[in-house]
């Protein structure tokens, strides 16, 4: 059962009142303006939105949350735009909210190691703030220069470093939101235990289907003090999932541990000039942190793993400047990627860990079938595989047939017991692949907690469930933002 | 009041709820109060509901029945060298995982890696029409559909029963080490408290003692750093170290709760440092007993009798006394939400 919006909206006297609560220069509406709001990381879906708001205050965002739901008109809430879910790509007669200007850091409590910040705040911008308390904010996904905190909460936000920290939904203590009927709440506290029902986790990961962040709450740790980060070539695949096997049954808990294949490493190091141990199918990153008594008497026992794990060569980072040198290969390589090929598609599944080795094989098998190019970057510390599937938008077919192989990938995911997303959320893009993993009743019940927050099914809709209307699939190549540099996909 | 049904299958789970018109699971009842609800309520019991349905170590992935005893699932962990990182209460009362999730009680353990919402991944459970759903997921990482699992901590199984439940595990610490840092008082405690939280040192559970007149420090990792820690910190804070069975004694006394009142109300309060001063004076003036843990974000509150009010929200776990204490305000949305998982109140009320 799905939400359905029941009457006619009027759009010209909706963007009328639009004009009463900002101001002409907050509301874009032609469509050059609209055209850098028509997609996001997503960049094979593309829909002109009706308008786009940019307000500068939570009073605004209020007003216009209301004023949607007065006129019947579905919104989408949008920060910087990265989804690569198509998570905040834009509803055909709607509105887009960016949230951009809604980026205050309103509070830092160094002793309650917290922060309160506004939904457009950048995630590195939290660090930066409270980096002179010894303090950071772990999530850490690889658009984190330019993503922000609002949507990383919408769509619960991975990062390098979950094994350990967990994931966004980990992080925010309390959550201060306007919902699709115009409530506003407030869920959770400062601190980091609750009493009833845990609502803010409930919210974080809603994928914009309940409301709008307005103030978040987020748990800091303090920054680990050194690190031990070492990054082993193998000749093989294989042999680098057996070094994670070997590192998991040993007790260890690193920080994280990242795979990266040939043809990332081909993107890498031609992108940021990395240099990687020659001939190898696979580079391992695996990082130890904490305080430097305990890393030090936990280093020895890691190095020894790596050597017996029969690499290529192991290089640990001898000082910070070399580890950021691993980190920024690692960051780079999605984007990076796009000098292999005019477009591509970032996948985001899930295995359980001690299958990688066969999913890796299975996705090499069905790329070869398929005859399309597939790199392979993934969190191996908790089995999420980004297979990165290449293709040339300008032959006819060919996103067709890379999003058949995506699909393929996704079925292999959940058939191995895993899951069709691991960080990137649902969003647009696996809509259709809900269906995979939860029967007919249990998208039943996620329908009835999306119309509990959302009767009128006016907050993003089209994302998550498979329902509807689907914009075109668009064939053109990288993000501006990501040509220029300024992003990179995770 | 009849007896509980026993289910012990997870369709009979299913067919118990679909029964009557008023139910409530209920694990070993450990925490009694919460559910001492009213007597045309038909209980289901859950401890046919045992045993651990998949243990993957190298995963870091277990899944159980809802009435699986904590114990078991600690032993089958230890086996293999991993533990429980939330550090569930009440582990040799009892204690199930089911009736741990409901009540959402994490011990001093979750201070290091987080509680039962950082490690809790996925639920089978009936909702208030009868049907088994599972939500979440089997993997330690998943972002697809609404985090349900997650909203089910601490909702006292108002909104579901728990059938089968899967959660993340960490390898176990190579060793531990607890230092005894004696106080004066509670604002000597706090400023401990916080400064330790924000150090450097990685510190794994930090409390203060029920006895009130210290902090309870623990560390754990490789057994060779742990002294050099130690050495440091005493520095800091003046104390000692505990020999290894003193500690063993003081951490068991804990999560057992050996500290309480046997008849009086056992509350639990979600706090933060800044408020523990006025809590303890609360406390001392009801001639009651603090256990004050995570750092200082949460507390159990031991009273010889029931009380009004402890000027912060508080849930009753067992003895006398109404269910909540200065009860939070639930949102508006709490209804609408309780309609979509519940739509005919199957199940009690998160007020009684």
Not at chain 1, 346 to 359: F, K, S, T
Not at chain 1, 387 to 409: M, V, W
Not at chain 2, 118 to 139: A, C, E, Q, W
Request: charged share 20%.
């Amino acid at each position: 059962m799905s939400s359905t919006i029941t009457s006619v909206a009027d759009p010209a006297r909706f963007l009328r009142r639009l004009g009463e609560i900002l101001p002409p220069a907050r509301v874009l509406a032609g469509p050059a303006q609209l055209a850098a709001y028509e997609s996001d990381g997503l960049t094979a879906f593309r829909t002109a939105p009706l308008a786009v708001a940019v307000p500068e205050t939570q009073a605004e965002v209020i007003a216009l949350v209301r004023l949607c739901h007065a006129e019947k008109i579905p919104f989408v809430a949008r920060g910087s735009g990265t989804s690569l879910s198509g998570g905040s790509t834009p509803v055909a007669g709607g509105l887009v909210i960016t949230l951009n200007r809604l980026n205050r850091i309103l509070r830092v409590d160094p002793a309650q190691r917290l922060a309160v910040v506004e939904p457009g705040v950048i995630n590195t911008a939290v660090t930066l703030a409270v980096a002179s308390y010894g303090l950071h904010y772990a999530p850490d996904p690889s658009s984190q220069s330019i993503c922000t905190i609002g949507g990383n909460v919408a769509f619960n936000s991975g990062g390098a470093h979950c094994l350990k920290y967990g994931m966004t939904s980990n992080h925010v203590l309390g959550l201060k939101a306007v919902l699709a009927s115009g409530e506003v709440v407030e869920f959770g506290s400062a601190s980091r235990e609750q009493l009833g029902p845990d609502w803010c986790g409930l919210f974080v990961g809603n994928e914009g289907l309940f409301g709008i962040a307005l103030e978040i709450t987020l748990q800091l740790l303090p920054r680990a003090e050194v690190f031990h980060t070492v990054l082993a070539g193998y000749r093989t695949l294989e042999q680098a999932g057996d070094a994670v096997s070997a590192i998991i049954a040993s007790g260890l808990l690193p920080g994280a541990i990242e795979i990266m294949d040939a043809l990332a490493l081909e993107a890498a190091s031609a992108a940021v000039h990395a240099e990687y141990p020659p001939g190898c199918e696979a580079v391992l990153i695996v990082e130890l942190e904490g305080p430097r008594e305990v890393v030090a008497a936990q280093r020895p026992q890691l190095d020894a793993l790596i050597a017996a794990s029969g690499p290529v060569e192991a290089r640990p980072a001898r000082d910070a400047t070399e580890r950021a040198a691993i980190w920024k290969g690692r960051k780079s390589a999605f984007s990076a990627v796009g000098r292999l090929s005019p477009d591509f598609i970032v996948q985001d599944g899930v295995v359980p860990r001690r299958r990688l080795g066969e999913a890796l094989r299975r996705i090499a098998e069905m790329s070869r079938a398929a005859g399309i190019r597939c790199a392979n970057v993934f969190h191996a510390g908790d089995g999420n595989l980004h297979p990165l599937i290449l293709y040339n938008g300008t032959e006819p077919g060919a996103l067709e047939r890379a999003e058949i192989l995506a699909g393929k990938i996704l079925h292999m995911c959940v058939e191995m017991g895993g899951s069709i997303t691991g960080e990137h959320g649902v969003g647009l893009e696996k809509r259709d692949y809900l269906a995979t993993m939860f029967n007919a009743d249990e998208l039943d019940c996620l329908h009835r907690l999306r119309d509990a927050f959302d009767p009128l099914g006016l907050a993003n809709p089209g994302k998550m469930f498979p329902d509807g209307t689907a914009p075109a699939l668009a064939q053109h190549g990288l993000h501006p933002l990501e040509k220029a540099g300024l992003i990179s996909r995770e | 009041m009849n007896a509980p049904l026993t289910p012990s299958t997870l369709a009979e789970l299913a067919a118990a709820v679909r029964s009557a018109p008023r139910v409530l699971a209920i694990g070993a009842r450990t925490k009694p109060r919460l559910s001492a609800v009213a007597p045309e309520v038909t209980l289901i019991s859950t401890l046919g509901l045992n045993g651990i349905t998949e243990y993957q170590p190298d995963e870091f992935t277990f899944t159980a029945l809802a009435g699986t005893p904590l114990r078991e699932i600690a032993a089958t962990l230890a086996e293999r060298g991993q533990y429980l990182p939330f550090d569930p209460y009440l582990l040799h009362a009892g204690a199930t995982i089911g009736g741990t999730l409901a009540a959402g009680l994490s011990g001093p353990g979750r201070f290091r890696f987080g509680g039962l919402r950082d490690f809790i991944l996925g639920v089978r459970f009936v909702d208030g029409t009868g049907r088994l759903l599972r939500l979440g997921g089997k993997v330690v990482k998943n972002a697809a559909g609404f985090d349900v699992p997650k909203f089910f901590v601490g909702s006292l199984g108002r909104f579901g029963v728990f059938g089968e439940l899967t959660f993340k595990v960490f390898p176990r610490p190579a060793a531990t080490l607890t230092l005894r840092l004696p106080v004066a008082d509670a604002n000597a405690a706090t400023q401990i408290l916080t400064a330790a939280a924000g150090a450097r040192w990685e510190i794994d559970a930090l409390d203060l003692l029920p006895s009130a007149d210290a902090v309870a420090l623990r560390l754990a990792g490789p057994a060779a750093a742990l002294p050099l820690l130690a050495a440091e910190i005493l520095t800091r804070f003046p104390g000692d170290i505990l020999a290894a069975a003193t500690a063993e004694a003081l951490w068991a006394d804990l999560r057992e709760l050996r500290w309480t009142f046997t008849d009086g109300p056992l509350l639990k309060l979600a706090l933060t440092p800044a408020q523990l001063p006025a809590l303890a004076t609360t406390v001392r003036t009801h001639a009651g007993r603090l256990h004050v843990t995570a750092g200082g974000n949460a507390a159990l509150v031991s009273l010889p009798a029931p009380i009004a009010s402890l000027g912060l929200p508080a849930l009753t776990l067992r003895g006398p006394g109404p269910l909540w204490l200065d009860a939070p305000t639930s949102p508006a949305i709490a209804a609408a939400v309780k309609t979509a998982l519940d739509p005919h109140n199957r199940f009690p009320s998160l007020a009684a």
